[in-house]
């Protein structure tokens, strides 16, 4: 996979997704905090990679949680107002890969991986689903 250009959007590892739903949230809480003027990185797109991460380390979460050089996949999370046109034909033409339905991410995700950066135990699971321990964390990082 080779991204060429410049991209305005947030370029995410896959392997670390579980379900487009994680990434919807850390989408929503960048947006509301961008919205009050209270995000922690520079950018929306840098704030949406450091909300999935399950600790407040910016360089670790872009490490975690971004895309780098020898990856073979990329998630790509646009934000834009209800009442801006996006032009998706010109961001897919900007990467060099197959695109997959966002309902079809799970495919490329690393569960081993993920369970180890969340700290999942397998009782929580039994209890719940993966997904419930990912988002959980990413939603109380900034409270305990």
Same mark, same amino acid.
């Given at each position: #996979?080779? +991204? ?5 959007? @947030?370029?995410? =590892?896959?392997? #670390? +997704?579980? !379900?487009? $739903? &994680?990434i919807?949230?850390?989408?929503? %809480?960048?947006?509301?905090?961008? %919205?009050?003027?209270?995000? %922690? ?8 990679? $450091? ?10 979460? $872009?490490?975690?949680f971004?895309?780098? !050089?020898n990856d073979s /996949?990329?998630?790509?999370v646009?934000?834009?107002? %209800?009442d801006?046109?996006? =032009?998706? *034909? !010109?961001?897919?033409?900007?990467? !060099?890969?197959q695109?997959i @339905?966002? *309902? ?5 995700t *690393?569960?081993?991986?993920?369970k180890?950066?969340?700290?999942? /135990?397998? &009782?929580?699971e039994?209890?719940?689903s993966?997904? *419930?321990?990912?988002v959980?964390? #990413? @939603?109380?990082?900034? +409270?305990?």
């Amino acid at each position: #996979m080779a +991204v060429n250009g410049e991209i305005k959007g @947030a370029l995410i =590892n896959p392997t #670390m +997704v579980v !379900d487009a $739903f &994680q990434i919807l949230v850390a989408a929503n %809480k960048a947006v509301h905090l961008h %919205k009050n003027g209270k995000m %922690k990185t520079r950018s929306l797109y840098s704030e949406i990679i $450091f909300n999935l991460s399950p600790t407040n380390n910016i360089s670790e979460a $872009f490490k975690r949680f971004g895309i780098s !050089d020898n990856d073979s /996949a990329v998630h790509i999370v646009l934000v834009h107002n %209800k009442d801006e046109t996006l =032009n998706i *034909d !010109d961001i897919i033409s900007k990467v !060099d890969g197959q695109q997959i @339905a966002v *309902d079809q991410v799970s495919v490329l995700t *690393d569960v081993a991986k993920i369970k180890k950066l969340y700290k999942v /135990a397998p &009782q929580e699971e039994k209890c719940g689903s993966l997904l *419930d321990a990912v988002v959980c964390r #990413m @939603a109380t990082k900034d +409270v305990v």
